[in-house]
């Protein structure tokens, strides 16, 4: 029997310009979660971002979904309690999907635990359940980019490999997404619907293509959602208009305030010297593999 497991789930970002609620990217960018049930209660030990988290018990996400996952798997017994040990790298609440990381690390860690745990395919379904919206759970299952939508049978999702390199700017200040999302209006007009759905589609050929950065900057230019978004990131506006001035294709990552820009680590660090303080710059990869598993102890009792 498994006594624990680490979850390995990487960073995403999510929309990518037009692709609202339906694109995403898995980042080389990974929080370790490892969850072991135990007799007691709750324990918590998190290293990084959220450790003022590290108080809440069963109320924390992980623990949380992490029994909502083991209930929903079957009707073994579920454990009393869980010893959760956290290394943090992802930012919380700055669009790089750490709840969505933490969602699927505790339905993942439940699949792993569980004794039926391997019969059970719906991780995507219960994740989208949980965050509300498929468009970073599914790069965090699946790795890579990721095209998701909802049928009434529930969330799908089409993965897609890239390699490319992207630089990501992190601004210092947070921003809760529910504010985000409530700046957004209610309808838009016909024309920048069509616009952004021309866009979208480009974007997808743009990187599966690696065609070059004057069809990408067209391909990353929205309507839906980014513009409406200024009043709680004039700073992250502020950076996309700037890259993209000079040619570089830039979105808001996820609801922001973290920007992406489509760009390796050489243009990343011309940039950086005259960016000014506030913003943690760092180039990553695209991830090519989505949440992975390991156990720790194997042995049987």
């Known amino acids: 029997m498994i006594r624990s497991v680490t979850v390995e789930v ?80 992802i930012p919380h609440s700055r669009g790089m999907g750490s709840s969505s990381a933490a969602i699927v690390a505790g339905i993942i860690a439940a699949k792993a635990l569980h004794p039926d745990g391997a019969r059970f395919g719906d991780a995507l379904g219960l994740a989208t359940e949980i965050e509300g919206h498929p468009d970073n759970v599914a ?3 699946e790795g890579g980019l990721t095209i998701a939508w909802t049928r009434p049978d529930g969330p799908q999702v089409v993965r897609l490999d890239l390699e490319r390199e992207v630089t990501v700017f992190v601004p210092d200040t947070r921003l809760d997404t529910k504010r985000a999302r409530g700046l957004l209006p209610e309808t838009i007009t016909h024309h920048d619907a069509a616009a952004n759905s021309a866009r979208a589609a480009l974007l997808i050929a743009a990187l599966t293509s690696k065609m070059g950065n004057d069809v990408l900057l067209d391909a990353t230019e929205d309507r839906l959602h980014q513009a409406y978004r200024e009043p709680a990131m004039p700073a992250s506006l502020a ?61 049987t009792r």
């Open 10 to 89: 990487p960073a995403t970002s999510a929309n990518l310009g037009p692709g609202f609620d339906s694109l995403g990217l898995a980042l080389e960018y990974r929080d370790e979660v490892t969850v072991e049930p135990i007799d007691g209660p709750v324990e918590i030990e998190i290293s990084g971002e959220g450790e003022e988290l590290a108080h809440l018990g069963e109320k924390h996400l992980i623990v949380r979904v992490f029994r909502q996952a083991w209930e929903r798997i079957g009707s073994a017994s579920e454990p009393k309690g869980v010893r959760l040990t956290c290394v943090n790298r």
């Open 139 to 141: 790069p965090c299952l």
């Open 239 to 299: 950076l996309v208009d700037r890259l993209r001035a000079a040619g570089i294709p830039a979105v808001i990552s996820g609801a922001g305030p973290t920007v992406l820009a489509f760009t390796g680590a050489s243009q990343s660090e011309s940039i950086a010297q005259n960016l000014g303080n506030g913003w943690n710059i760092r180039p990553l990869n695209v991830a090519p593999e989505g949440a992975r598993v390991r156990s720790n102890d194997s042995r």
